[in-house]
């Protein structure tokens, strides 16, 4: 049975995700964890409930989602994967991040890239990448259906949707982007956000003004 813990970290609130389950595997989405102390919170968890890192997974690679990236690839030996139209922000991610006010290193550069329906595989769970544009290039989805849930990063929000302002947004990406991959998944599945609650596609498509 798939076990979610989420972290909100760093001043921007991003919603790091720990997926696990009765095998002990776990993927982490998202490792935003800005400084020691918020380190200290994800490592803790992760050894009292004896878990293994198997993948470190990026929706997409604004700088406040990748913050804690390098920690993760230094504690755990893991390489971020991403797909393959977030690396420009990877590659200037030190730039970016003095432009939000965030002292940051090089990032750890992925090795492998995620691709439109593919499924990564930790312990006994299985997640459907979903490209979806729009907010950011190489923004993603990840779909687990048995478990009627998405982690669906910035592209969708409780009763909003991710903001097309920064660098590669595109309004009418993201639309399309949400209406074709996550507009069509069941009522009742779970939308977990990159920031702030969840919901779930049904409440979108009744009281979401951007939709």
């Known amino acids: 049975m798939l076990k979610i813990k989420i972290f909100p970290f760093n001043p921007f609130q991003v919603n790091t995700y720990v997926l696990y389950d009765e095998t002990g595997d776990c993927a982490i989405i998202d490792a935003a ?3 020691n102390h918020e380190e200290i919170q994800l490592k803790s968890f992760i050894e009292e409930n004896n878990l293994k890192p198997v993948l470190l997974l990026n929706t997409h690679c604004h700088i406040d989602h990748i913050l804690g990236n390098n920690f993760v690839s230094q ?6 994967m991403t797909q393959k139209d977030c690396i420009s922000f990877l590659e200037n991610a030190v730039e970016y991040g003095q432009t939000f006010g965030f002292d940051v290193k090089k990032p750890v550069m992925p090795d492998k890239y995620l691709t439109e329906n593919q499924v990564v595989v930790f ?3 299985e997640l459907k990448v979903l490209e979806a544009p729009g907010h950011a290039d190489g923004s993603v989805c ?3 259906e048995k478990e009627n849930l998405v982690i669906a990063g910035d592209v969708l929000f409780q009763n909003s949707i991710g903001r097309t302002d920064l660098p590669t947004g595109d309004f009418d990406k993201l639309i399309n982007s949400i209406q074709t991959k996550l507009m069509v998944l069941p009522d009742n599945t779970v939308v977990h956000c990159g920031h702030g ?8 498509k009744r009281n979401n003004p951007f939709l």
């Open 33 to 35: 964890c800005y400084g």
């Open 75 to 80: 504690t755990w030996g893991l390489k971020p």
């Open 123 to 125: 312990g006994n769970q």
């Open 142 to 144: 990840f779909y687990h």
């Open 197 to 204: 609650p969840a919901t779930t596609i049904g409440e979108e």
